[in-house]
């Protein structure tokens, strides 16, 4: 299966390349060709803010595998100027082959904390933050949950609870959860990870990291705690296992058989498509040790130009001004990690609200899976999404946890030195 998407993203790039060649300098001028990972609504937003270029531009949906994508486009000799990455892992891949071009941003450009450290090779800047995703947070319907947990163990009793009375038939299944996309169980590790062991995060990306340390072990000894509750998703684990992201989603607004799911401020895509009312769902921080605490994960997409496109430096360059999402931000769905645009400017006030609290939070930290090397990053049935998934089906079925976590820490060290990231 895995190869068969591979080819057929291998034929998808020589046909856009191809094409590039036929159609790029009609018109007079050549368009700056950006590839994207992005479809529907993103797609058609982020030709409207590229719409607003002062120079022709092509965006080309490379699909899911935009990785499979530019490599083929790289041996035909028919790169784009312009990529728009789902993880800063690539851009330090691509820019350790020299595919990459320097880059300067607009004057005043900035992101929060450390993630442009991120896209810096070799004391160079390689790639600039486009898009930003908030990754802390649970979804809820306030006639379904008046009152939220403010804390772990809270959420924890609170799952308990109403574990036990879906079992009696009583009312929903505490948390939906979409373990078919091994992505969100590392959304989950990643949120605990940063809460269990702030200074072990960011070390876990790097060559040395321990993947067998107390910091992994604590963080899915906490996990298996929540998983493991009878009656915590609806129709069980394994239809968890065979549930995906959107589905997810619908279980709390629109079916109502959950209570509660955790995800990214994308989830409101879904909600917009499938709440059952206009009393759309509320939110709250994945909740910490601490009450009121609780950890900040981010997600992104990163620009980059390729070698030998002046061109596309420029739109990159462009990209990073505070005015060039405007189309965007007025139509809502859009988070911009440049912590210049005005709050003002977002007409989405959910984006508005969970913009401020990126700036504000005291360590955002860039999702992990997106920053491990190679195959161990993870994709569908591989890395460690594949291992989340093995991890989440032994806590639900009964495994003990200490039996768990040690198969899930063998088989993550495994990964990590196969890729050459840790042990």
């Known amino acids: 299966m895995r190869g068969g998407l591979r080819r057929r993203t291998l034929l998808r790039a020589a046909v856009a390349g191809t094409a590039t060649a036929a159609t790029g300098c009609s ?10 990972v992005w479809s529907g609504t993103e797609l058609e937003r982020f030709r409207e803010v590229v719409a607003g270029y002062p120079a022709p531009v092509q965006v080309v949906s490379a699909g899911n595998d935009i990785d499979a994508f530019l490599r083929a486009r790289h041996l035909a000799g028919t790169s784009p100027d312009v990529a728009i990455l789902p993880r800063p892992g690539l851009v330090t891949e691509y820019a350790e082959r020299g595919w990459l071009s320097p880059l300067t941003p607009a004057a005043g450009y900035a992101v929060p904390g450390d993630l442009g450290d991120l896209l810096t090779v070799g004391g160079q800047r390689v790639g600039v933050w486009v898009k930003a995703a908030h990754k802390s947070l649970f979804w809820h319907l306030p006639s379904v949950l008046a009152q939220p947990p403010t804390s772990w163990d809270e959420l924890v009793a609170l799952t308990r609870r109403l574990g036990a009375r879906a079992r009696r038939g009583l009312g929903p299944a505490p948390l939906a959860i979409g373990a078919a996309d091994g992505w969100v169980l590392t959304d989950w590790f990643e949120n605990v990870l940063a809460d269990v062991a702030p200074d072990g995060y960011d070390a876990l990306a790097g060559p040395d990291a321990d993947w067998q340390g107390a910091p992994v072990r604590d963080t899915l000894d906490r996990l298996a705690e929540i998983w493991s509750v009878d009656g915590a998703f609806p129709g069980g684990a394994r239809r968890a296992l065979l549930t995906q992201y959107e589905e997810s ?42 009450p009121g ?30 005015a060039a999402f405007r189309p965007w931000l007025r139509a809502g769905g859009y988070l911009s990690p440049n912590i210049t645009v005005p709050l003002d400017g977002y007409a989405d006030p959910v984006r508005r609200r969970l913009a401020a609290e990126m700036r504000t939070a005291d360590t955002p930290r860039f999702d992990l899976s997106d920053r491990l090397p190679g195959p161990f990053t993870g994709s569908d049935g591989v890395g460690i999404w594949r291992m989340m998934q093995d991890f989440f089906a032994d806590v639900t ?27």
């Open 27 to 36: 018109g007079g001028e050549r368009a700056v060709q950006v590839a994207v």
């Open 249 to 290: 989603v619908i279980q709390v607004v629109r079916a109502r058989r959950a209570a509660m799911v955790f995800e990214g401020d994308f989830v409101d895509d879904v909600v917009h498509r499938f709440q059952r009312d206009s009393a759309g769902p509320s939110t709250f921080r994945f909740p910490g040790a601490q």
């Open 293 to 322: 605490g609780g950890p900040l994960i981010v997600g992104g997409d990163v620009a980059v130009a390729f070698a030998g496109a002046d061109a596309g430096v420029e739109l990159v360059r462009w990209l990073t001004d505070a």
């Open 397 to 423: 079925s009964g495994v003990p946890a200490a039996e768990a976590v040690r198969r899930a820490t063998g088989q993550l060290a495994a990964a990590a030195r196969s890729a050459g990231g840790g042990r």
